[in-house]
């Protein structure tokens, strides 16, 4: 069973960067595809970015493309997620998740994704 752990988060004034990590326990860390989501207060959790199981493919929300940044690296069992140019409506607890199922590419649903992490808080101030 995979276990994760994200780290990373804080406080940051608007148009600055944070880097998350989220780490993988096990030795197969390189057979999922993996997610970042976040959840607001009082909002659902919505997907962030998901990146595939080689790293090769990657898909982004609409709100964050060209500003934050997936990546993984399989040799240390941990998924990265790079926030630029942040701005207030990106403050959320950022969730990490993985998708077991066998297969090569990148979903955008949440019920698609059957382990997280506890969450790391990002707040960015105006």
């Known amino acids: 069973q995979v276990q994760l752990v994200e780290s990373g988060g804080g406080l940051v004034q608007a148009g600055g960067s944070l880097r998350l990590s989220c780490a993988a326990s096990?030795?197969?860390?390189?057979?999922?595809?993996m997610g970042w989501f976040r959840q607001a207060p009082g909002k659902e959790r919505e997907f962030v970015a998901a990146?595939?199981?080689?790293?090769?493919?990657?898909s982004y929300a609409r709100s964050v493309k060209g500003r934050l940044t997936i990546s993984r690296d399989n040799a240390k069992n941990t998924v990265y997620l790079q926030m630029n140019s942040l701005k207030p409506e990106d403050t959320a607890v950022y969730y990490c998740?993985?998708?077991?199922?066998?297969?090569?590419?990148?979903?955008?649903?949440?019920?698609?994704?059957?382990?997280w992490g506890q969450g790391t808080q990002v707040t960015v101030s105006s």
């Open positions: 998740a993985a998708d077991r199922r066998t297969w090569a590419g990148t979903s955008l649903k949440r019920d698609d994704y059957d382990t």
């Open positions: 096990g030795r197969t860390f390189n057979n999922y595809a």
């Open positions: 990146i595939s199981r080689s790293g090769g493919s990657t």
